[in-house]
């Protein structure tokens, strides 16, 4: 049995495999309205969500499948002091398969052990967010043709924000890939990602504090929220929240063909006013976010 708890639990293959088949969805829907027909998907959620709770949910319904869940531990046995263990083996009596996303780095690692069903990680801690990186792979091939040869800027929160270190992961697998690192100071990559991926596979980075002078060269832009649930102050929040704010005028020396990202929920840092420019991808990935969920339960699932 298969589970998604960090993208490496998928090959590049796979991963190219779902991208095609994900495309196949979005061109021919009607073909995979019956897939998923007395299957259930239940959805876990001990920590906020809009985007990834609902885009599994929708994507399940499209396939012609079933949900339960929850989405606030409070009104769970997690409430009387269940553990995360008995919780998912309790559940894959009832369900097929289970994305949870939990606050507690690792606790998806913690629950697979009496597992029955397979389980997805849909966010753990400041940790991983498989699933986001498959939207934003799907993303960034469908918006520029290819997932090699790219220069990335990731800015913001590059210290909390787990949806930038799955994405490093993965696109540390593709050739020609090349990472601006922008985060202030305090908000740096953290070492495990730098040595353990960065270093460790050669891949060329530059970490710079400087949106603006890194902007000709980027290929993506991928824009991150400061994850105030991570913080330890208010304070240090307050300080450092509105570090990037992405503008009009600051694209101005950027590429015509430049791809914005973001996994959203967007608080300041992009400026709505840039919602109009072409280049501004975020709202077009949401949509990817359902159609490569809906690839991804369908192989987890093993159907054909
Ligand atoms: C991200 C997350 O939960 O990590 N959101 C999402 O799943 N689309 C990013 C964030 O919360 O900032």
Known sequence: MKHLIDIHDLSVQEIDEMIAVAGDIIDNPEKYNEKCKNK??????????????????????????NVLGFSEATSSSVAKGESVSDTIRTVGAYADIIAMRHPKEGAPVAAIRRAEVPLI??????????????????????????????????????????????LINA???????????IAPEELR????????????????????????????????????RVQKERFFNEEDYMRLKDSYILTPDKLENAKEDLSILHPLPRVNEISVAVDDDPRAAYFRQVKYGKFIRMALILKLLEVK
Do not use: W
């Not at 801690?125 to 498989?130: F, Q, Y």
């Not at 530059?206 to 290929?219: A, I, Q, R, Y």
């Open 171 to 181: 696109m540390s697998r593709y050739e020609g890939i090349r990472f601006v690192l």
């Open 189 to 224: 990559i953290p070492s495990y990602v730098r040595e353990n991926v960065l270093d460790r596979k050669g891949i060329e980075y530059v970490e710079t504090t400087d949106l603006e002078g890194s902007m000709p060269e980027l290929d993506i832009l991928y824009m991150t």
């Open 121 to 166: 990680n849909a966010g753990d801690g400041g940790h991983n967010h498989p699933t986001q990186t498959l939207t934003d792979l799907l993303t960034i091939s469908r918006e520029k043709g290819r997932l090699n040869n790219l220069t990335i800027g990731l800015c913001g929160d590059l210290k909390f924000g787990r949806t930038v270190h799955s």
């Open 40 to 65: 259930k998907l239940a959805t876990l959620f001990y920590e906020p969500s809009t985007r990834t709770r609902l885009s599994f949910e929708a994507a399940m319904y499209e396939l012609g499948g």
